[in-house]
């Protein structure tokens, strides 16, 4: 294993001096506070700017609508978009995974156009698998399809479809043989969410991100938009869901976070640095600088230990620690700085501009979305020190296609 630091050649370094200047041209204040206000992870005025160079999914090749990018160069544009603002890059992160998908196992004819359209960032996609009676166990999809012909109908409800508001395709989890045991019951559809039967309600969550119930009534899809075969479904996700679990994959190299939940920890990296500075100002009862407190060293100290942690610890265990990192870390935060730490975003006073009030509301759905601590610590128990299997509910879903 090579533990060396990547030296960059002149063409990325130029690369990545283009790439920091064109961010910085397209990242406007505007996005921010639209992102603030919508919650959507998403805006379309970055999306385009970046696809329209390539640069959405700049690994992809030109043809298919990316740059060609190297995994260097790959590496340096995601390092330049967590510079700016990663939470706008949300819908990104969630169309690739189906997306490799659709590339898979779609007709080309049908999946090119559509992969085009995402590249240019004028088309997203939103993962539609949980559903009202539970989100651990989603091989238990009720959501109905019935193949008539070349048409699909279907029927049912997604619950916590985020970003079902700004997408054009949901990854649909449905149901396709009711008898059938679970996972062999099931079919992936790309269901254009421009489909007549289809509603879609708000959920606002207490972080801010906007997330949504999706209803479907007597949708009609074409057959052509199924992805893989009818009841293969279960095979059709192992890769999207591995790949949001971050179990099984390759490194890239190295050029890629160590922990699933680096992207989480960011968040509490910023408060952080914003706690320290706010300490080089701000005095306690007797006027002595906070910065020079045994206590407020101690706490940051703390922190800071917890967040490497958090950033770096691999596989299913990343996934935990940095969501129990972020949210024991924020709420000493809180506690660090006292009611100032409750001042939101643009409210005069705030840290960081509200950074400690987001952080802790953020942290809370950290330990729910993508599945749940709990899942994942019964993942851990079982395959990495070798406990029986659990008899719950959930318990196969984050392990799809991975045999002990
Ligand atoms: C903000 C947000 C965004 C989301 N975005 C999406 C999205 O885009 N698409 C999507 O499909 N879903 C999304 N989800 C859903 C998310 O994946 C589920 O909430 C999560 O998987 C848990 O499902 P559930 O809430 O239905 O809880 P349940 O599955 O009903 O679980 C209830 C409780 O039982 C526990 N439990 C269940 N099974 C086990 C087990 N095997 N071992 C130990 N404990 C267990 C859980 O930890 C939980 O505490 C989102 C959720 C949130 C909050």
Redesign the pocket.
């Known amino acids: 294993m090579d533990f060396g630091l990547v030296e960059l050649s002149a063409e990325d370094r130029a690369l990545q001096s283009e790439i920091r200047a064109f961010l910085a041209e397209i990242f406007t204040p505007d996005v921010f506070q639209h992102e603030h206000e919508t919650g959507s992870g998403f805006n379309p005025k970055v999306y385009e700017a970046l696809g329209a160079r390539g640069w959405l999914y700049p690994e992809l090749p030109v043809e298919q609508g990316g740059a060609g990018f190297t995994p260097v160069q790959k590496r340096i544009m995601e390092l330049e978009l967590i510079r700016q603002d990663a939470r706008v890059m949300m819908m990104q992160g969630?169309s690739s995974l189906p997306m490799a998908a659709v590339r898979k196992y779609m007709d080309p004819a049908v999946a090119d156009p559509i992969l085009k359209e995402c590249a240019a960032g004028r088309a997203v996609m939103?993962?539609?698998?949980?559903e009202p009676d539970?989100?651990?166990?989603?091989a238990n999809a009720k959501v109905r399809a019935v193949q008539d012909g070349d048409m699909w109908t279907i029927n049912g409800s997604?619950?916590?479809?985020?970003?079902a508001h700004i997408s054009t395709y949901t990854f649909l989890i449905t149901r396709t043989d009711p008898e059938a045991p679970k996972h062999k019951g099931i079919t992936m559809i790309l269901v254009p969410l421009k489909s007549e039967g289809v509603t879609i309600q708000a959920i606002r969550?207490f972080?801010g991100?906007r997330?949504n119930i999706v209803y479907y009534e007597d949708v009609q899809v074409h057959d052509s938009m199924r992805v893989g075969g009818v009841n293969n479904g279960w095979t059709v996700l192992h890769g999207p869901l591995d790949e949001e679990h971050s179990i099984g994959l390759d490194m890239n190299g190295g050029l890629t976070d160590v922990s699933v939940g680096t992207g989480m920890c960011r968040v509490l990296g910023a408060s952080m640095n914003e706690v320290a500075s706010w300490a080089h100002k701000a005095t306690g009862s007797k006027g002595q600088l906070l910065a020079d407190d045994i206590r407020v060293r101690e706490s940051l100290g703390a922190a800071m230990v917890d967040y490497e942690a958090g950033i770096s610890t691999p596989g299913p265990m990343g996934r935990v620690k940095a969501s129990d990192v972020l949210v024991k870390n924020a709420a000493a935060l809180q506690d660090l700085v006292g009611t100032v730490g409750l001042l939101p975003m643009n409210t005069e006073g705030s840290i960081g501009n509200g950074d400690i009030e987001y952080a802790h509301r953020f942290a809370q759905?950290t330990a729910?979305?993508?599945?749940?601590?709990?899942?994942f610590?019964?993942i851990i128990a079982q395959h990495v020190l070798g406990l029986p299997k659990?008899q719950?509910?959930?318990?196969k879903v984050f392990l799809a296609g991975k045999k002990k």
């Open positions: 969630t939103c993962l539609g698998y949980s539970g989100g651990s166990d989603i997604k619950m916590w479809t985020t970003g969550t972080s991100e997330t759905g729910t979305y993508g599945g749940t601590v709990e899942v610590r019964t659990a719950l509910p959930g318990a």
